[in-house]
């Protein structure tokens, strides 16, 4: 069995994959309330894109173990595959299949595209924003995961299986100010980017938005050049990108205290307890301190409320974000 050195390591990576998830949980959660009907029909229309996938052969599982609805998604909103990961292995006949719908998905469903004009898809892949968490399942897992670390002594070895069930979707990084595209050059495949010098671009986006790019290129030109092509520079490219975001460089919202990784996904909870199923705030800060401490719940009550507040706060400037970003592409508001 292979095994990581330190039970630290998965405290490390549940912590970064919390952090990561959060920004687009926020995110979801701020397109729903300005644009629900447009995210119900992106729901509809993904209904069409798997049934365009089951038409060209791919079962079920096919469509779910090789994100076809992701590279879908990545073709019709980018025109190219933004959301590739290395070391990925395709059978044959789904790359025929991927190979196939590079031609005809971008143009395609020309009746739904106005959807993808949306405030929320110019910081967010249409395909992120389709695939929120069940925040109960992620808390749930969260908790049995922490509890695996305090069992662990400080020098024990960590089992790979520990790391099971950690999947939480990480967002890749969009920003409307800085354009990826690809295309062929002379029959050969090129990537390249744009960015607008107007742009509203902190040091942050900036960064953020440039080390992704470096990972996308890398993961790009690993599959085009294949297996005997895959040098250095291609290795060195995606070891100096995983080890900046191993650091937390690439998290909107960084968690700094790891007592509240827990809170900060039941402060999420909350929320939905409160906009989503309208309940009152009292009662919905009360379920959540019972499900953080169910042994205690009174004395939660005053940390869950503090982190409902942060994720409100977080969820209301995304709002913001998205209606400004909006109204400087569109000339229009949003309601």
Avoid: C
Wanted: aromatic share 10%.
């Amino acid at each position: 069995m292979t095994e990581a050195k330190y039970p630290d390591s998965l405290y490390s990576y549940l912590h970064n994959s919390v952090s990561k998830a959060l920004s687009l949980e926020y995110g979801i959660r701020a397109s729903n309330q300005i644009n629900e009907q447009e995210m119900n029909e992106l729901k509809e229309w993904e209904v069409l894109l798997r049934e365009y996938w089951q038409a060209a052969g791919a079962s079920e599982d096919e469509i779910l173990d090789s994100n076809l609805l992701e590279y879908a998604w990545d073709l019709i909103q980018f025109g190219y595959p933004l959301g590739e990961t290395h070391g990925k292995w395709l059978h044959p006949e789904i790359a025929a299949l991927r190979a196939k719908a590079l031609y005809e998905l971008p143009g395609a469903y020309i009746e739904q595209r106005h959807l993808l004009n949306i405030p929320a898809a110019r910081f967010f892949r249409i395909a992120d924003l389709m695939a929120g968490a069940d925040i109960d399942s992620m808390i749930k897992t969260v908790v049995d995961k922490l509890g695996a670390v305090r069992k662990l002594e400080k020098k024990s070895v960590t089992s790979l299986d520990q790391y099971s069930g950690i999947t939480f979707r990480a967002p890749v990084t969009v920003h409307p100010a800085f354009h990826q595209s690809g295309t062929l050059r002379n029959g050969r495949p090129s990537v390249s980017i744009s960015v607008e010098l107007d742009g509203d671009l902190d040091e942050a986006d900036w960064e953020r938005a440039f080390k992704n790019f470096q990972y996308r290129y890398a993961v790009l030109r690993e599959a085009a050049l294949g297996q005997s092509e895959r040098g250095s520079v291609t290795r060195k490219l995606i070891q100096s990108f995983l080890e900046w975001d191993y650091k937390g460089a690439n998290y909107e919202y960084p968690i700094t205290n790891h007592k509240q990784i827990v809170p900060s996904l039941i402060g999420l909870k909350v929320w939905d307890l409160r906009n989503v199923d309208k309940r009152k705030v009292v009662d919905a800060v009360a379920a959540g301190a019972r499900i953080y401490n169910p042994k205690d719940d009174t004395g939660s009550v005053s940390n869950i409320q503090d982190m409902y507040k942060l994720a409100s706060k977080r969820i209301n400037a995304k709002i913001d974000k998205f209606r400004t970003a909006h109204s400087k592409y569109t000339g229009r508001k949003v309601e």
